[in-house]
């Protein structure tokens, strides 16, 4: 693909410039989950788009704005990025090798609380968008940017919006926040995403805390009730025992088993990169962890505080306790549902004195693997790669997909700059500067094989 | 009594005097959990036994420093005041209406952390001594003080010391640390102590927390362990499921039963006082839940910690969990004995992987009520409180009574200057002034009472 030679040499050329500005992106902090700077972060965006020549909106939701941008290209055909600027809360702190939001280079790699999820991958995509204006003077076809501050916490507002712009936000595909290659260096496309429902569950037993010795024998115990709620949401063998859970799953169709099989075995790695000794459920080899990962719903509890926390010891019957508890879900569970059903199990179990505070929750949903989107999208990938993409019928994560899929009915293509060990969501978050080129190079190459093809 | 018209003059007279050596003691913080100003306070009280003219050891320990202090009285008869200048820690802080080393006067109640657990009944009874200096110009019998600094983490050096000095602690009889009068201002004598075993359980599962998209369905969850293990300890009856937990334990004597039996009904109180709607394991009446409350062997949870704490939402899969756990013992359980079961019981229920961390245990013990020093205790009351103190047999709360009865052979008798409302352990900890004056009386008729006592 020679005609890709200029576009490359630009972007070879300006990458620590486009670091530059993904840094200045990450040092602003957007964190949800606190309603930390996502007013400022949006604005931030909104003047790198409106750089590149982009009619800028952005919309108030009651949550954190949506930052909508739009410029025309040489075809009449539409692609639409979404994205989002918010991250995840960086705690803990101590772990860090250094400041979450001082975005730090080291050994080829940019560290810092969101540079891979999500700030990176806007900024990439705004480089090959620079390449294309740079090289040819106008972007091959219509491009759309859809960047929300509510990712990290269930997206709020975005099913809402989407719904609600259809016209603004109509297209003819959709590339999504994120992706990254595997343990081979090869590129992923994973094709839909795993539903979310995510509670805080939470029980008060008394008005205040009160001396153990006085109340340990007669007095209801906050931090027991909720520890006997949780243990009758899952039980040892990881069974989640809220009756009609599992209800609506859709088996495997052939072709995604095929998918599956030819997954690389990551148990090695797993165990390597997170000092774990072993899965759970007895899962042994690759293919079932594969499988497992992304086709199982789950129930994690994510948090839990109650009482006393600091060193030594505090003789203390607690009077409040709480527990963050997320459920993956898989097509075609919904967290409506599985809210409702939450709510009737711990009824009938007793813990009627259990209080659910719903945080936001997502329907799965999936693109098909024959879409014709797919296909230039994996294709693309193999000037770049080396190899063309590999497909996942499922990410074990979470995500909005499913009004673009199921409202605005687009094909949803996942590319992005991720590896394994660029830790999402946990301390030292960090991309890899070779990955981040990539990405760029792919993505200039999809929109130019997009903007010509039927 | 007219013999103590003097004495109760001088009292009268010198109360805010008193007060503000309590509130200097009080400022000072020695939050044993935290070996936060330990030395420091140890210090200021050996000094304040200093001014009284007593003989001053300081032993080290290898934790907080043992405060011991002498002075020779008219009579051979030798008192030992047992009392500990540690403190809780002052935690949640934002539910103190003044700070809590700020100690803080409002009608007629000094509010404080450490006020009435335990410096307040230290400088009462230092108060009670100046009145005897003052008016007869001796004290009436030898005074011993042991004073300590780790009451709050289970008096873990207490027994040792003890022990290795039965010489320097020799004595006729100890007054305890604590006491007060119940919800119809009646001064009550604990005629012992239940025992405790307090531990930390921890596990960790995994290096880091892990994205729950990517790990919730195959890694091990820490938070899930732990709740699990819990769950094993003490079911949903509040059965406690260790074998061999309720071994040993004794049957009331008749004597017992009777004292149980004159206790006042505290069920309206308790539940206005702490907001709970109702009591644990059916109890329904007074007499059930006195008995309930100091007769029957606790398992606490005192404190969770796991994951994501924050406000909103954050998707992550804990790799640690701890909890604090203390057991309340009843004669003849021991804490050796509990912390082996509690190992067996999780090896045995497959949770070899929680970690016990122990943090201290005591066993419980009692004087009986029939011994001669316990009726000095209960009469001397009568003149200064209207009535004599009602006997109860066993406190719920725990303390190193054990190495004072079964060490040294002493009769423990406990007296002092709490009331239902004084929220030892809890926010706005505080002690009324006027039972703080009546303690200071009431030990002054201890004192001579006892040195003339045959």
Redesign the interface.
């Known amino acids: 693909m020679s005609n890709f030679s200029k576009i490359d040499a630009f972007l070879d050329k300006h990458l620590s410039e486009s670091i530059t500005e993904l840094s200045v992106l990450t040092a602003q902090p957007s964190i949800?989950?606190?309603?930390l700077g996502l007013t400022e972060c949006a604005g931030l965006v909104s003047s790198m788009l409106q750089t590149r020549g982009f009619r800028v909106e952005i919309f108030s939701t009651g949550g954190a704005p949506i930052v909508f941008g739009e410029r025309k290209g040489r075809t009449n055909k539409t692609l639409l990025f979404y994205n989002h600027y918010d991250v995840?809360?960086p705690?803990?702190l101590e772990?860090w090798n250094s400041p979450p939001f001082k975005p730090t280079l080291r050994e080829g790699r940019l560290y810092g609380r969101g540079v891979s999820d999500d700030k990176g991958h806007i900024t990439s995509r705004l480089f090959a968008i620079d390449a294309l204006l740079e090289t040819e003077g106008e972007l091959p076809c219509n491009i759309k940017f859809i960047i929300e501050g509510e990712e990290?916490?269930?997206s709020l507002h975005l099913h809402e919006f989407v719904k609600e712009n259809k016209p603004l936000l109509a297209a003819d595909a959709c590339i999504w926040e994120f992706g990254g290659v595997d343990q081979n260096e090869i590129p992923i496309q994973y094709l839909g995403l795993?539903g979310?429902c995510?509670v805080?569950l939470s029980v008060e037993?008394?008005?205040?805390?009160?001396?153990?010795?006085?109340?340990?024998?007669?007095?209801?115990?906050a931090?027991?009730r909720?520890?006997?709620a949780?243990?009758s949401l899952?039980d040892?063998n990881e069974k989640i025992c809220i009756a009609g859970f599992y209800d609506g799953i859709q088996p495997l169709t052939e072709q995604e088993m095929k998918l599956f099989a030819a997954m690389p075995d990551l148990s090695a790695e797993?165990k390597r990169q997170?000092?774990?000794t072993?899965?759970?459920?007895g899962?042994q080899n690759g293919r079932e962890?594969n499988i497992?990962?992304?086709?199982?719903?789950?129930c994690?509890?994510?948090?839990?505080?109650?009482?006393?926390?600091?060193?030594?010891?505090?003789?203390?019957?607690?009077?409040r306790?709480s527990?963050?508890v997320?459920f993956?879900l898989v097509p075609d569970q919904n967290p409506d549902d599985i809210l409702k059903k939450l709510r009737v199990h711990l009824d009938s179990q007793?813990f009627a004195d259990i209080n659910i505070n719903y945080?936001?929750g997502e329907s799965p949903a999936r693109t098909s693997p024959d879409h014709p989107f797919v296909g230039i999208v994996v294709e693309t990938a193999r000037d770049v790669y080396g190899v063309p993409m590999q497909l996942v019928p499922l990410?074990?994560?979470?995500g909005p997909n499913y009004p673009f899929i199921h409202d605005l009915g687009l094909p949803v293509a996942s590319a992005g700059l991720g590896y394994p060990d660029t830790r999402?969501?946990?301390?030292n978050e960090n991309i890899r500067l070779d990955l981040y080129l990539k990405h760029a190079k792919h993505m200039a190459r999809v929109l130019k094989e997009f903007s010509i093809n039927p």
Not at 206 to 220: R, T, Y
Not at 424 to 427: G, I, N, R, S, Y
């Open positions: 949800a989950a606190q309603e995840q809360p705690e803990p772990l990290e916490v269930s795993r979310i995510y805080e037993t008394a008005a205040e805390d009160v001396h153990s010795g006085l109340g340990g024998s007669i007095f209801p115990n931090a027991w909720l520890t006997w949780l243990n899952k040892r797993y997170y000092g774990i072993g899965f759970i459920k899962l962890i497992a990962q992304v086709l199982e719903p789950t994690t509890i994510c948090g839990l505080t109650s009482g006393y926390q600091g060193p030594g010891s505090k003789t203390v019957l607690p009077a306790a527990a963050k997320d993956r007793g945080l936001g990410s074990g994560g979470s999402t969501h946990a301390p």
